[in-house]
């Protein structure tokens, strides 16, 4: 059985967790941590655990849980756990990081684009980002620190990677128009957020500089194999859960001076997924919808060729709080604990 | 592995039943039943089960299905069941009907509250009314065919029936107020159920004249002893699943003269509830909300005592996809094959 | 041209106000007071004023603001008026109050229920219960201060108003379980009102202790000629605007030893009603839904027989921001002023 | 008093057609033609207007009404109007055409989106597109014909004309990622539409193949002064009202290198909208919301240049069912009659 602490386990993403974690037939939650909360049930938090969890809220001691557990989650602000970490601490236990700490290996566009100093870049080189099915061979038994990607980019790197790999697209020429659920906003009491702020309308915001773009720009780089620079805008929908995202680039032509067709796109992106469990790409003229996805930890792709313009539109849908945030932190711990990397995880999506 | 097949799985119950069995160890569906979809893939009538469920839809043969299934659930229009059913096909399988066909004992309160003919009473005494918590030992073995109750009704009855049966309220004060996500009205096209109808708004319906009045007072009136009469009135609201019924009720006076208090109603709720793994009677001060089970097969249960008008004020949540149809039929299922009750039920609800 | 301040200006209350007030003939808005917005942009904090209202929030400064204008509409919190108002205040100006603070007659009733201390009873004889439809003749150019009605209250009592006026319904079986968009709930930011916390579910609160009970027991205590008690629940709903009452009688057998028939009850409200404006008693079968009046000033009231139980269901649904606040307030003020009643309130309701 | 007659009156923008006009002071509606409701009372399809509205559904005779009144809004399907437009009505009335028919100058284009003949395609080049910030100087007391814009069309065109006519960005990069809400996809009985299917999701649909691309394409080649193609994509948001449209494109660089700076940019939009009553431009920083421009004539339009990218990003909203259908046709319909602009328009947003 491995032992789990959470920290920061009431938030929306931390939550989400402990659904996953509760229905893992390998773990068991030891630590539910939370500052607001600390000695509040963890179900008078959140209700539906009524009768399901136990156990009280407890502080973030990281040392203290390092001790106790053998995976620590940390769903955190940015900045907390490369605050806390260190060397002692990650020699006793795992952790797989929800928050952006360990993303970017690059500090300096790290502390630029988050406006905070990184308290412990020596870790940076050694966390995997886990995006399992690019970097699954990366997430062993001796790795120690998995950086947990974003939920905006886990959607927008897996829908545009396979192009971007085999250079169907121009990278230079991708832009991410991304929609969210207002879980993504998480649970802290703004008037933005309220009910009455959000539903019935749907906004852009963070344009030209949401945090997630360095870290698609990162690592559709490294599909790329050089330095790229993406148009990335999210915006806010009034719906609990779900992201999508729709995704423009150029077509390179081929040697023979045409486009690459539907079917020969569509072979590219079976090659990658074809076999990966999380990865559904949708048969033709069928485009990924949040609802198909909700509450389970499936990325759903589409696409369409537009020959008017030389552009392929790429579509890609997942939960925000599964395959973008705490599904993926549990695939990570399966690969990280050689369980089935899909134990817990064989949701299907809640529909309606 | 129990063979089950499914009439009506393309509407919202019948794809939920396919979600909770899917995750049923120990069953398997071969009989995706769907009239209005004859050959077409299941997955592509409910994307969420791309690359899930691979069958095709099928017709709704019953004496077919009979052959090849060992139980068969019909999520069905009123009338469906009753017109089709005989000896022969209930020699041979046992049927779970989440239609109102077999649930009330009356034919004649059938026939009018419903207007439709019934054509199979004689099948009406042998079936048995499926609320587990309260006619478990009903539900066995040997039980042919269970009448699963309706989506209302679950809620309404449970959340009353321990006061009802200790005789704490007076039934003929009883006062139902009960308001339902829309996935209860149906996948039909109807312009009063599109989404610019529906969201923004809340309306009563049916008022007077619901067709699970009659069902509820007769499940109640076994509780009571007598015949009763109830008001109930259900709206219309804007959200996906849910049912909250609000229950008002005269507490009838003790001995002494003086009105029950909050501790003895309690205690009598937890006589009957505390054992009960999908009834959770929630804490003091604390009323159920319909996101805390959503997705799950719980009821949640709380009241308030309110001295100054001698009433009780009884609130319970359920998932009326789920407790209010298809969880409540895979429960009885459980008891129909001797499984563990709670098999492919463990859901912990979603949130948000 | 009539002067007009706002005190609490950027509430929802508040904000409504200015939009009635904008389109208002006869008013101009000389000072949008805020606390929380003091010198920022009106226009930044509601962003729909873009372009339309000028001007900055002022500081809620009450006996300056009586030197400047002609009427002051508070949209404040409990306490706010009742601890500011003095002699020479009234003597300049005349005040809408849309707080609780002038509409409960019994200073122990409102101690009592809303925890606190009533600073100014002197005033709560003076003032008129702005109930329009009820108390119009009360409401003059010589009336100084007048409390504008809560929006539950409004709904609750124009519902049942006629029927218990006329003895056609037993006032101590009255129940009214009503619904509210979130809106109620105001603006300040509080977790339980966040998008995600809202949506997709539906509770009931203040379970027998909603402020607004004591509020309906003394209007519709005035009509029965004798002190009443009512069971009152308000339930919230996930959408902006709106409240539903659905309320529960037992009908007042005639001399005959027979109920009132539905044609019967339905002439005692066209008697009271017919002759309103904002008042539409709908046809036989038709039931009030909020998206009919969404942006409006009317109240729709619907009803509804119940011969076996010997109740009449009675329905009622209103735009809480305006008949159950602005909108009133502004119709309020239209009888102080001698302003053609309707003035700035004919808005036909904003479907879908 | 012009008397206006409406074809399509119980669709969504039929209905937001007769809420405008029954404020607008100089015109009077005589004619409420739908023909799925033809006898039936306008008021029962849209209670809203109980009431308001006395008048019955008539049937959609266009030579008789065209004897009947001074204007007709058709707000019916694509063809209607082109299949029953001739000479003889046209001598006899304006006409306000909602629909498609004659937005498209080259019948070749119409015919191939549309996948419709055109039956009267000699009214094509008398037809004035009705976008009235850009055309306002060809809609006068002689125009007979105005093809009133698509809803998205408005929005995507309007945001970035400017920039297009002053040569900043290259119209070929054009890319148009815009977001609906469901009242956009009319009030037909759709399984597609109902609140379950569309609530907590978002989708794209009519990828590469939505029929306002050349419209947009049309009108902003105009601007350009020369042929362009762009991207569009239409997105269907879990909302009533309102759109977004986000759109990219790359700024051209200025004779010294460098791209045209905000300020720049900003003071072309002002030189275009600064005066025009029903376009705000925001402040630098504030990007469009819809809930901000909800129930009004409104398109807000906001924008960020991303140095890193060499685009800008435009924003445009508006609520399609005012500007984008009905708000517009009555700003035509005032300058064909030689009204003020804005009369019966001056509508401030309503919010929440």
């Known amino acids: 059985m491995i032992k789990a602490g959470i920290i920061g386990a009431t938030g929306y993403a931390g939550a989400e967790l402990v659904r996953l974690l509760m229905n893992h037939k390998e ?36 040392e203290e849980l390092a001790e106790r557990v053998d995976v620590i989650f940390t769903a955190t602000p940015q900045g907390f756990l490369a605050g806390m970490l260190n060397e002692e601490i990650l020699k006793k236990v795992k952790i797989v990081d ?19 100093e990184h308290k412990s870049p020596q870790f940076i080189e050694e966390a995997v980002y886990g995006l399992c099915e ?26 545009a990677y396979p192009l971007v790999k085999e250079g169907l697209i121009d ?26 702020e ?9 344009v030209g500089s949401h945090r997630h773009t360095p870290e698609i720009e990162e690592q559709l780089g490294y599909a790329a194999g050089k330095e790229i620079v993406v148009s990335f805008t999210p ?25 690459p067709s539907y079917e020969e796109i569509k072979a590219v992106y079976d090659r990658y997924y074809a076999e990966e469990k999380f990865v559904r790409v949708l048969e033709k003229g069928v485009y990924p919808e949040t609802r198909w996805v909700k509450g ?7 696409f369409a060729v537009d020959s008017r ?16 945030a705490a599904g993926q932190a549990v695939q990570n711990m399966n690969l990280l604990f050689g369980c089935r990397e899909s134990e817990g995880l064989e949701l299907i999506p809640l529909f309606p």
Request: net charge positive.
């Open 27 to 62: 773990v068991r939650i030891v630590w539910f941590g939370s500052r607001s909360y600390i000695d509040e049930k963890y179900a008078s938090v959140y209700r539906n655990f009524f009768e399901i969890v136990d156990a009280a809220c407890m502080d973030d001691r990281l």
């Open 98 to 116: 929800l928050s952006a700490d360990f993303r970017i290996k690059d500090v300096a566009v790290y502390e630029k684009w988050y406006q905070i």
């Open 134 to 159: 690019i970097n699954r061979d990366k997430i062993t038994k001796e790795t120690r620190l998995v950086a947990n990607p974003g939920c905006y980019t886990t959607c927008s790197i897996l829908t």
């Open 171 to 196: 990278p230079d020429t991708l832009i991410i128009d991304a929609k969210s659920g207002t879980s993504g906003a998480g649970r802290g009491a703004k008037t933005a957020n309220l009910f009455c």
């Open 198 to 206: 959000v539903n019935e309308s749907i906004k852009a915001y963070g």
């Open 235 to 259: 915006h806010l929908v009034p719906m609990n859960r779900g992201i999508l995202a729709t995704e423009y680039a150029s077509l390179v032509k081929k040697a023979d001076g045409t486009y």
């Open 296 to 302: 389970s930890n499936y990325v759903d792709i589409g």
């Open 309 to 324: 313009t030389g552009r392929v539109i790429m579509m890609g849908a997942l939960d925000n709080l599964v395959k973008g």
